[in-house]
């Protein structure tokens, strides 16, 4: 055996590994809020905090005092557009958006959709809400190479939330198994 073919099964059976290893976790699945309703979710929201793969947030990486606009798109359908906006690296830099698209809600159980944002689906959850204070969504998928990320956003109706209210939103969602690499909080 030459001695490229060699290293080249060496550094195969590496990223083997790594790919397993990477992606040891898989997406949850969890139903949402039972007391979510569309009308509750639509508006303005302001992140306060997340747990979020490096995949996860691609493209919020640089995102400080980032928000969200749920709006409706279709009420027969339960379709909604999710605005994010966000300062980048400064709370005085300029203004970056990502707009994507909940769509394909199970009408029976409002509150759980996918959501694209142009290059492939997301499953996309609300696991807690009350209307004019907090939510927090989920969103995971796993890559055709077997690669998991997910998201847990912790947000409220205004700009701040009390930390004893913040710290319960995210035990709920690691109680659930919702952060299965155990990653950090970040405040955001």
Request: aromatic share 12%; charged share 20%.
């Amino acid at each position: 055996m030459n001695l490229y073919l060699l290293s080249f099964l060496i550094s195969f059976i590496i990223l083997s590994i790594n790919i397993v290893k990477i992606s040891s976790s898989v997406c949850s699945f969890p139903d949402p809020d039972i007391y979510f309703t569309n009308e509750k979710y639509q508006g303005e929201w302001f992140e306060i905090g997340k747990i979020q793969t490096k995949g996860g947030g691609f493209f919020e990486q640089d995102c400080v005092c980032t928000e969200l606009n749920i709006s409706l798109k279709n009420e027969t359908t339960g379709d909604h557009y999710a605005d994010n906006d966000c300062r980048s690296l400064t709370v005085d830099g300029p203004w970056t958006n990502m707009t994507g698209l909940l769509y394909n809600e199970n009408l029976s159980k409002p509150g759980k959709w996918l959501e694209n944002f142009g290059y492939g689906d997301v499953n996309y959850t609300v696991i807690a809400i009350q209307e004019d204070e907090y939510a927090v969504e989920y969103d995971c998928t796993t890559s055709a190479l077997g690669v998991t990320n997910y998201c847990i956003h912790v947000m409220s109706r205004t700009r701040t939330m009390d930390i004893d209210l913040f710290n319960s939103l995210i035990e709920k969602a690691e109680n659930m198994g919702l952060n299965p690499n155990g990653l950090p909080v970040q405040m955001t």
